[in-house]
């Protein structure tokens, strides 16, 4: 028995490694964002910082690890064979549920998670326990604490609502004064905006760092703790910090022309960082340390029954080992750096706060359109009663240096004094929070904050507001999805281990393991497509030669995937396979995925390609091409899923033979076109034109066939709207496919000519 135990707790160490992992690769965008999008340091300096406040704030979470053994439920109402399930359950559903999220990109609230996950294990442990006793479901009150899950809802919907507009009243008055041109503003009021931000960002460290950590009650005079003391003498703190950090300030800027708001960045993002390490570490290791803790307990009792052995020892005050919380800080600190995962989840937060254009993540949602259009309305009626001089001097102060953001993927996507007030409000708000004991969360308000910010920024203007606000929406229905989530498969998981047994815990640990390498493989999928439109992706840094062999390989990857879109169709149609015809739909949809982002990426990069305006006008013609080309087989294949998908009749023998031949001759033609592209071979274009006017003259062909056997009756309506709605959406596709040709010959052209130039 002791074994089975011993084996537990080794599976929820291991869990707690995993679940360091995956945490703090969605919990990095709390602290990362704004530095790494406003581009305010190098990588590796802003990793130094990130890593110095983890490590630091690793060692003060040793008071926070009491949510995890008596915060939910009451552990006085339950014998140790049921924590340790309780505590199984949640480690195995908090590393699918996190790991998922990361997959995805989505940031999500490990606290939450942490918190749904315990309580809906403890519910569902409580349940079986008061139905073998014979009890009711009302004695349910007596084993969970209900307010704390009560009091974390309401934390959710104030974090979301106060943090947001915080943020965006904070950041409209910063932009009045300093504008976007802020730094002339900033040689004269830069030193007291970073004394103010510093003070304010040492008050957090100061009530969020030093409250319920270790170090709180450290005697430091008189008997006094170190916490009591904080809190006694916090306003001489503040004053006198900001008295000293505006003429440190000011001396080194003279001095040494300090960048004031890089630095206080860099100060911000040590303290969020120290503040997560300091908060969040319970999420991953507070499980399965009460779990240690326990099965430590019952060892020392003699290893008793332990369906018999109460967990009332869980109630009291147990303190940390500092070399477990150095030992895990050491390990989020490596995730933090070397996790892809946890770029992924940044880059989302930071395209919905960007403040140029470019490829949206997220498509525009009902929701978001009436929210816009009604705030238009609004804008518009508040614009008329203004006087139009005073409407004409605030829309300078908000008026951006457009070209500092649309400069590709080496161009900060917000500058340093949003990211400086986004630190500084998210602070201050979870310094508060935390002051007066509200259950905030990091990443909500983190989050929200930079939402508020981009809004008064005017980031969310009309060409891209519908789309950042349904991202928004969509991040916090992931929020409540977390909770809803976490609290059902918890509750699950926890039930089957208690009526099945031990066995169960096994399956579980396969089935979370299975669950983990599928949503890796499927993020490294997704990665690879990136990368591969990355390197299609112009950019300022490319020469003629590269800005070529990027186009060439552009049109060779468009028409390679079109001639197996339409082969593949065809002949899964014929043979009526409609599991190779839904892959058709896939491919098919990642080459309009791909036409679209190459479009509406087309305004950055044609301002990249140094040659003449001729040479911007013939790649704008290739992906233009390209994106009707992919239209034309969008309207080729959906029919033909549709008719197979119904199953309708098949087509007669006479058709099958006809569209054979036709997807011959297409496959030729596409395998020409390429070996055409690849080997720049433009004078061979007319032998292209040639072979497609001959399949044109085979179309017609097919057509005339086509309206003899609907004479003679061969068949009925809905074969023949499909026969010709497959001719007529070749003809059309062969038409983009010629032209898209001749736009990259155009292209390669008038681009070669700088090459020869004296």
Same mark, same amino acid.
């Given at each position: 028995?002791?074994?089975?135990?011993?084996?537990?707790?080794?599976?929820?160490? %291991?869990?707690?490694?995993?679940?360091?992992?995956?945490?703090?690769?969605?919990?990095?965008?709390?602290?990362?964002?704004?530095?790494?999008?406003?581009?305010?340091?190098?990588?590796?300096?802003?990793?130094?910082?990130?890593?110095?406040?983890?490590?630091?704030?690793?060692?003060?979470?040793?008071?926070?690890?009491?949510?995890?053994?008596?915060?939910?439920?009451?552990?006085?109402?339950?014998?140790?064979?049921?924590?340790?399930?309780?505590?199984?359950?949640?480690?195995?559903?908090?590393?699918?549920?996190?790991?998922?999220?990361?997959?995805?990109?989505?940031?999500?609230?490990?606290?939450?998670?942490? @918190?749904?996950?315990?309580?809906?294990?403890?519910?569902?442990?409580?349940?079986? =326990?008061?139905?073998?006793?014979?009890?009711?479901?009302?004695?349910? +009150?007596?084993?969970?604490?209900?307010?704390?899950?009560?009091?974390?809802?309401?934390?959710?919907?104030?974090?979301?609502?106060?943090?947001?507009?915080?943020?965006?009243?904070?950041?409209?008055?910063?932009?009045?004064?300093?504008?976007?041109?802020?730094?002339?503003?900033? =040689?004269?009021?830069?030193? /007291?905006?970073?004394?103010?931000?510093?003070?304010?960002?040492?008050?957090?460290?100061?009530?969020?760092?030093?409250?319920?950590?270790?170090?709180?009650?450290?005697?430091?005079?008189?008997?006094?703790?170190?916490?009591?003391?904080?809190?006694?003498?916090?306003?001489?703190?503040?004053?006198?910090?900001?008295?000293?950090?505006?003429?440190?300030?000011?001396?080194?800027?003279?001095?040494?022309?300090?960048?004031?708001?890089?630095?206080?960045?860099?100060?911000?993002? $040590?303290?969020?960082?120290?503040?997560?390490?300091?908060?969040?570490?319970?999420?991953?290791?507070?499980?399965?340390?009460?779990?240690?803790?326990?099965?430590?307990?019952?060892?020392?009792?003699?290893?008793?029954?332990?369906?018999?052995?109460?967990?009332?020892?869980?109630?009291?005050?147990?303190?940390?080992?500092?070399?477990?919380?150095?030992?895990?800080?050491?390990?989020? @600190?490596?995730?933090?750096?070397?996790?892809?995962?946890?770029?992924?989840? !940044?880059?989302?937060?930071?395209?919905?706060?960007?403040?140029?254009?470019?490829?949206?993540? $997220?498509?525009?949602?009902?929701?978001?359109?009436?929210? @816009?259009?009604?705030?238009?309305?609004?804008?518009?009626?508040?614009?008329?009663?203004?006087?139009?001089?005073?409407?004409?001097?605030?829309?300078?102060?908000?008026?951006?240096?457009?070209?500092?953001?649309?400069?590709?993927? #080496?161009?900060?996507?917000?500058?340093?004094?949003?990211?400086?007030?986004?630190?500084?409000?998210?602070?201050?708000?979870?310094?508060?929070?935390?002051?007066?004991?509200?259950?905030?969360? %990091? %990443?909500?308000?983190?989050?929200?904050?930079?939402?508020?910010?981009?809004?008064?920024?005017?980031?969310?203007?009309?060409?891209?507001?519908?789309?950042?606000?349904?991202?928004?929406?969509?991040?916090?229905?992931?929020?409540?999805?977390?909770?809803?989530?976490?609290?059902?498969?918890?509750?699950?998981?926890?039930?089957?281990?208690?009526?099945?047994?031990?066995?169960?815990?096994?399956?579980?640990?396969?089935?979370? @393991?299975?669950?983990?390498?599928?949503?890796?493989?499927?993020?490294?999928?997704?990665?690879?497509?990136?990368?591969?439109?990355?390197?299609?992706?112009?950019?300022? &840094?490319?020469?003629?030669? =590269?800005?070529?062999?990027?186009?060439?390989?552009?049109?060779?990857?468009?028409?390679?995937?079109?001639?197996?879109?339409?082969?593949?169709?065809?002949?899964?149609?014929?043979?009526?396979?409609?599991?190779?015809?839904?892959?058709?739909?896939?491919?098919?949809?990642?080459?309009?995925?791909? +036409?679209?982002?190459?479009?509406?990426?087309?305004?950055?990069?044609?301002?990249?390609?140094?040659? #003449?305006?001729? +040479?911007?006008?013939?790649?704008?013609?290739?992906?233009?091409?390209?994106?009707?080309?992919?239209?034309?087989?969008?309207?080729?294949?959906?029919?033909?899923?549709?008719?197979?998908?119904?199953?309708?009749?098949?087509?007669?023998?006479?058709?099958?033979?006809?569209?054979?031949?036709?997807?011959?001759?297409?496959?030729?033609?596409?395998?020409?076109?390429?070996?055409?592209?690849?080997? *720049?071979?433009?004078?061979?274009?007319?032998?292209?034109?040639?072979?497609?006017?001959?399949?044109?003259?085979?179309?017609?062909? &097919?057509?005339?066939?086509?309206?003899?056997?609907?004479?003679?009756?061969?068949?009925?309506?809905?074969?023949?709207?499909?026969?010709?709605?497959?001719?007529?959406?070749?003809? *059309?596709?062969?038409?983009?496919? !010629?032209? /898209?040709?001749?736009?990259?010959? #155009?292209?390669?052209?008038?681009?070669?000519?700088?090459?020869? =130039?004296?």
């Amino acid at each position: 028995m002791e074994n089975i135990y011993l084996i537990i707790v080794v599976i929820l160490f %291991t869990l707690a490694i995993s679940d360091l992992f995956v945490g703090v690769s969605n919990d990095a965008v709390n602290f990362l964002n704004s530095a790494f999008g406003s581009k305010a340091a190098p990588k590796w300096l802003i990793f130094l910082m990130a890593g110095m406040g983890v490590l630091i704030g690793a060692t003060f979470s040793s008071g926070m690890m009491e949510v995890a053994r008596k915060g939910i439920f009451h552990p006085d109402m339950f014998v140790f064979s049921e924590i340790m399930v309780i505590f199984l359950a949640v480690m195995i559903t908090d590393v699918i549920l996190l790991d998922t999220f990361n997959t995805f990109g989505m940031p999500t609230s490990t606290t939450v998670s942490i @918190v749904f996950e315990l309580l809906g294990s403890a519910v569902a442990v409580s349940l079986v =326990k008061i139905s073998n006793l014979g009890g009711s479901w009302s004695e349910l +009150s007596q084993y969970i604490n209900s307010e704390k899950a009560l009091a974390i809802i309401t934390g959710i919907l104030l974090s979301v609502l106060i943090a947001f507009t915080v943020g965006a009243l904070v950041q409209y008055i910063t932009r009045m004064i300093f504008t976007f041109n802020y730094r002339n503003n900033m =040689k004269f009021f830069g030193a /007291l905006y970073g004394g103010l931000s510093i003070t304010a960002i040492t008050y957090f460290i100061l009530i969020k760092g030093i409250s319920g950590s270790a170090f709180a009650e450290i005697e430091i005079s008189h008997g006094e703790a170190l916490g009591e003391w904080v809190s006694n003498n916090t306003g001489k703190l503040l004053i006198f910090s900001f008295i000293f950090w505006s003429i440190f300030l000011q001396l080194l800027k003279w001095l040494f022309n300090l960048k004031i708001l890089q630095l206080i960045v860099l100060v911000g993002t $040590f303290a969020l960082a120290m503040a997560f390490a300091g908060n969040d570490l319970v999420n991953f290791i507070g499980v399965p340390l009460a779990g240690f803790s326990s099965f430590k307990t019952w060892m020392a009792a003699g290893a008793p029954s332990p369906e018999g052995f109460s967990m009332a020892v869980l109630a009291g005050k147990v303190s940390t080992p500092t070399y477990m919380l150095v030992i895990a800080g050491l390990i989020m @600190v490596t995730t933090l750096i070397f996790s892809k995962k946890a770029q992924s989840v !940044i880059n989302t937060s930071v395209d919905l706060a960007r403040q140029g254009e470019g490829a949206e993540r $997220f498509n525009s949602s009902m929701i978001a359109r009436v929210l @816009v259009r009604s705030f238009s309305r609004f804008h518009n009626s508040v614009k008329n009663v203004i006087p139009p001089t005073l409407v004409e001097k605030v829309h300078a102060r908000f008026e951006p240096a457009s070209s500092e953001y649309n400069l590709g993927d #080496d161009s900060p996507a917000f500058d340093k004094l949003r990211a400086s007030v986004n630190l500084l409000v998210a602070s201050i708000l979870i310094a508060i929070g935390t002051s007066f004991k509200l259950p905030l969360s %990091t %990443t909500y308000v983190t989050f929200m904050v930079a939402m508020g910010t981009s809004l008064s920024d005017k980031a969310w203007g009309r060409e891209s507001a519908v789309y950042r606000i349904s991202g928004v929406f969509a991040v916090i229905g992931g929020w409540f999805l977390t909770a809803i989530t976490a609290f059902s498969i918890a509750g699950i998981v926890a039930w089957i281990i208690s009526v099945g047994g031990m066995v169960m815990i096994f399956v579980f640990i396969a089935l979370a @393991v299975f669950i983990v390498i599928r949503t890796q493989i499927v993020f490294k999928k997704r990665s690879t497509n990136e990368l591969f439109e990355d390197d299609e992706t112009i950019t300022e &840094m490319d020469g003629t030669e =590269k800005v070529m062999e990027k186009c060439r390989r552009l049109v060779a990857r468009s028409v390679l995937m079109a001639n197996k879109i339409y082969s593949q169709s065809i002949e899964s149609f014929l043979d009526e396979k409609r599991s190779d015809l839904k892959e058709s739909l896939t491919l098919k949809e990642n080459l309009n995925k791909k +036409s679209k982002k190459q479009k509406n990426r087309v305004l950055n990069t044609i301002s990249k390609i140094e040659e #003449d305006v001729d +040479s911007g006008h013939f790649y704008v013609q290739v992906v233009d091409y390209q994106r009707e080309l992919a239209h034309s087989l969008n309207f080729l294949v959906e029919p033909l899923y549709e008719h197979v998908n119904n199953n309708h009749k098949p087509f007669v023998p006479s058709q099958v033979d006809e569209l054979q031949q036709l997807k011959n001759s297409i496959n030729n033609f596409y395998d020409f076109a390429v070996q055409l592209i690849k080997e *720049n071979k433009f004078a061979s274009i007319n032998d292209l034109i040639k072979q497609r006017d001959d399949i044109l003259v085979r179309l017609e062909l &097919m057509e005339i066939s086509q309206i003899k056997r609907i004479k003679a009756g061969e068949i009925n309506t809905r074969n023949s709207v499909l026969f010709f709605n497959i001719i007529s959406e070749t003809k *059309n596709m062969l038409l983009h496919a !010629i032209n /898209l040709i001749k736009a990259h010959r #155009d292209f390669i052209t008038v681009t070669r000519k700088k090459l020869v =130039k004296p």
